[in-house]
T-cell receptor
Framework: RKEVEQDPGPFNVPEGATVAFNCTYSNSASQSFFWYRQDCRKEPKLLMSVYSSGNEDGRFTAQLNRASQYISLLIRDSKLSDSATYLC?????????????FGKGTKLSVIP | NAGVTQTPKFQVLKTGQSMTLQCAQDMNHNSMYWYRQDPGMGLRLIYYSASEGTTDKGEVPNGYNVSRLNKREFSLRLESAAPSQTSVYFC????????????FGSGTRLTVV
């Protein structure tokens, strides 16, 4: 079983809609979680960290549920520029390093 | 601009040829990483270097070697390229603890024919 699993989508939503992505993870030793955004043929870029208490950055809200081992990303008032692939990421520390494990990504297309 | 710089951006190799992908970061990060990204597979870790002077295998190290030349530079070498190594390669760096996540380079698109 892949350590981080996401619905690949695509999610096709109209402008202004609210869309939510979920991601499940299998390793309870995971320390931190992130959402990355990757535009077509570009490198991944950090969107936001995910905290148990939930965190918000403008139209984006991320939530972590350790008991159920899932994280979520909510995007409100979707913009055309939100079209991208969203990567769910978990981190862990061990063997002298800090490593990230990436999900395969969820593709979002925001339609005019 | 501060960040992670990868060269080359594009490369076509014949089977059996060798090449080195270069990566340099100017953010004073301790750790550096090489990933490959293939359709439907996501990002997979090839090798990483937790700090200057150390390197370790990741999930898919076969067919690759790395060198952490100094704190700034981390290179990836393909000794005898194979078509299965056709991929997009990303270098990344992070501070120890990674509170800020990874910063990625813009990638190298490699095709092996």
């Amino acid at each position: 079983r892949k350590e981080v699993e996401q619905d690949p989508g695509p999610f096709n939503v109209p402008e202004g809609a609210t869309v939510a992505f979920n991601c499940t993870y299998s390793n309870s030793a995971s320390q931190s979680f992130f959402w990355y955004r990757q535009d077509c043929r570009k490198e991944p870029k950090l969107l936001m960290s995910v905290y148990s208490s939930g965190n918000e950055d403008g139209r984006f809200t991320a939530q972590l549920n350790r008991a159920s081992q899932y994280i979520s990303l909510l995007i409100r008032d979707s913009k055309l520029s939100d079209s991208a692939t969203y990567l769910c990421v978990r981190s862990y520390s061990g063997a002298g390093s800090y490593q990230l494990t990436f999900g395969k990504g969820t593709k979002l297309s925001v339609i005019p | 601009n501060a960040g992670v710089t990868q060269t080359p951006k594009f490369q076509v190799l014949k089977t059996g040829q060798s090449m080195t992908l270069q990566c340099a970061q100017d953010m004073n990060h301790n750790s550096m990483y090489w990933y490959r990204q293939d359709p439907g597979m996501g990002l997979r870790l090839i090798y990483y270097s937790a700090s200057e002077g150390t390197t370790d295998k990741g999930e898919v190290p076969n067919g690759y070697n790395v060198s952490r030349l100094n704190k700034r530079e981390f290179s990836l070498r393909l000794e005898s390229a194979a078509p299965s190594q056709t991929s997009v390669y990303f270098c990344a760096s992070s501070s120890w603890g990674g509170a800020g996540g990874y910063t990625f380079g813009s990638g190298t698109r490699l095709t092996v024919v």
